[in-house]
DNA sequence: GGCTCTGTTAACCCGAAGAATCACAACACG
DNA sequence: CGTGTTGTGATTCTTCGGGTTAACAGAGCC
């Protein structure tokens, strides 16, 4: 059962690194194999055996396969170890790249910035929302008020990013739905202050509203991030919501909303 | 100058790791803008305006970039850090997975175990020979010979898998092809025995041959790995040769040349 | 030595995915 | 109220990858 899972897994897995169907097909069933004959390949495969060579040869060229040159040819997989660590290298090499290409970009800047009172921009993929929580964690000077809807978010990574700042010195609260995971985050957090959030909001208002909030973050009170999952959406996953700037409306909004329990924040105007 | 060169770079980059021709000139178009509308966007990258907004929307669902709902809508890129941190921890993950996914992969043994006396493996690819190079190092018993034609692969887990064999006992001899070459590794591996290699056959034979030697390995005299350089060929960089089993016709012969210089190892015959 | 069969390479065909264009509705603006 | 701009959808064209077939070479058999 496992067997052909994986297997179909594997082959998609290998694509998304930018091997052809044949190629990833080639691949894994050459991993199955000790070795193997174009012959024996096809048939695990279900590649036409006369593209097998083909296959067979950029894998060779890309440090994945080995290939005996006698008749009939064998070829050869390396092993699963050899593979994964020869394709995450090539992929962090790339990462440094672009990181580098991308850093040195002549800016083409035309000065658009207009205030930002207004402008409510949305992203969604739960890597980009995380990256942008982390980033409003690491920059906040005063406070930090974040409610999980989901405990699989609550994550090491930003563990770590609330203990900082709550190290230098930021007032951090944290809500949770349950009990349960409300002591363990305290126990996480020993001086942050963690609660069990009262909010209905959580789960949808109207019987078909199947949203569910995933984040909810209000860092110095200017800047608010506000997070949703769409269960029945096949593409989306989790959507969001971000504002920034003290009078922006959807910080107000979230201010008021959140007024209850907050104590007073000294000269909250004069943020920039 | 760097402009043009970079741009080009990072859109072929962000293709490669999997966006389309569209997205990724959108995102680097929107990275050289602190925000933009589908026109600006349109003229900076060339892509027809019409199209803009599926190629943002598909970067925005993937976290790469924001979008906000006004008309004309805005949209804005994620700062470089998070763009490459969202996507190379998407591809860790991926790595991971795929760990996973082959390992567990149920293996259609035949047992096709011929001897491995006259079997000659080849593979290319820097990354894949490095992966072996690596592996032979790690698991050798008794004696390791390596020649470097090329300082650059002198690299840094190299020397810390000789060092590592050597704590175990193995014997380590290196040949470079200079002797600041040599004094830099005897530096770094002071209980091995560095030499400079008189090897002619670091350069090619016939005039018209300008393959290089790139390394030589041999490990417990019963496995071989022999690399060239193909400076001409468009397409692939270093190419290898590898032989294992101590009778072995490619280890033999090996051993044979290596044979000056070595001094008489105990036991030969009783390694499997 | 000729013949056949298998292994190997290469060329070709076809369909899907993506790039480019167009047509049109909605909207903002004067 | 009309004109230009913005957003969405449908349509054609091109490219690339999957699939098939043919040609070639070599080994073994008769």
Same mark, same amino acid.
């Given at each position: 059962?496992?067997?052909?899972?994986?297997?179909?897994?594997?082959?998609?897995?290998?694509?998304?690194?930018?091997?052809?169907?044949?190629?990833?097909?080639?691949?894994?069933?050459?991993?199955?194999?000790?070795?193997?004959?174009?012959?024996?390949? #096809?048939?695990?495969?279900?590649?036409?055996?006369?593209?097998?060579?083909?296959?067979?040869?950029?894998?060779? #060229?890309?440090?994945?396969?080995?290939?005996?040159? #006698?008749?009939?040819?064998?070829?050869?997989?390396?092993?699963?170890?050899?593979?994964?660590?020869?394709?995450?290298?090539?992929?962090?090499?790339?990462?440094?790249?672009?990181?580098?290409?991308?850093?040195?970009?002549?800016?083409?800047?035309?000065?658009?910035?207009?205030?930002?009172?207004?402008?409510?921009?949305?992203? #969604?993929?739960?890597?980009?929302?995380?990256?942008?929580?982390?980033?409003?964690?690491?920059?906040?000077?005063?406070?930090?008020?974040?409610?999980?809807?989901?405990?699989?978010?609550?994550?090491?990574?930003?563990?770590?990013?609330?203990?900082?700042?709550?190290?230098?010195?930021?007032?951090?609260?944290?809500?949770?739905?349950?009990?349960?995971?409300?002591?363990?985050?305290?126990?996480?957090?020993?001086?942050?202050?963690?609660?069990?959030?009262?909010?209905?909001?959580?789960?949808?208002?109207?019987?078909?509203?199947?949203?569910?909030?995933?984040?909810?973050?209000?860092?110095?009170?200017?800047?608010?991030?506000?997070?949703?999952?769409?269960?029945?959406?096949?593409?989306?996953?989790?959507?969001?919501?971000?504002?920034?700037?003290?009078?922006?409306?959807?910080?107000?909004?979230?201010?008021?909303?959140?007024?209850?329990?907050?104590?007073?924040?000294?000269?909250?105007?004069?943020?920039?």
């Amino acid at each position: 059962m496992t067997d052909s899972s994986d297997h179909d897994r594997s082959v998609t897995l290998l694509q998304e690194f930018g091997l052809k169907e044949y190629e990833a097909k080639a691949f894994v069933a050459l991993t199955r194999l000790p070795s193997g004959t174009a012959k024996q390949v #096809s048939e695990i495969s279900e590649i036409p055996r006369t593209r097998v060579y083909d296959a067979v040869r950029t894998l060779e #060229s890309d440090g994945l396969v080995e290939i005996q040159h #006698s008749s009939p040819q064998q070829f050869r997989a390396v092993s699963v170890t050899e593979a994964t660590n020869t394709l995450q290298q090539a992929y962090e090499e790339r990462t440094e790249s672009l990181r580098e290409a991308l850093g040195s970009l002549g800016r083409a800047n035309r000065e658009t910035e207009s205030d930002t009172t207004h402008e409510v921009w949305s992203l #969604s993929g739960t890597a980009g929302i995380t990256s942008r929580t982390r980033e409003l964690v690491e920059s906040a000077d005063r406070e930090l008020v974040l409610v999980l809807g989901d405990p699989s978010l609550f994550t090491g990574p930003l563990v770590e990013g609330l203990q900082a700042a709550d190290g230098r010195g930021v007032t951090v609260l944290v809500g949770t739905t349950t009990d349960r995971i409300r002591a363990r985050v305290q126990d996480e957090l020993p001086t942050a202050e963690v609660f069990v959030s009262e909010l209905d909001w959580l789960s949808g208002v109207s019987p078909d509203d199947d949203t569910e909030i995933g984040r909810l973050l209000l860092a110095d009170r200017s800047a608010i991030l506000v997070s949703t999952f769409h269960p029945q959406a096949t593409d989306r996953q989790e959507q969001a919501v971000f504002g920034r700037g003290f009078d922006n409306g959807l910080v107000t909004v979230a201010r008021r909303l959140m007024a209850t329990g907050l104590s007073p924040m000294e000269d909250p105007g004069s943020s920039d």
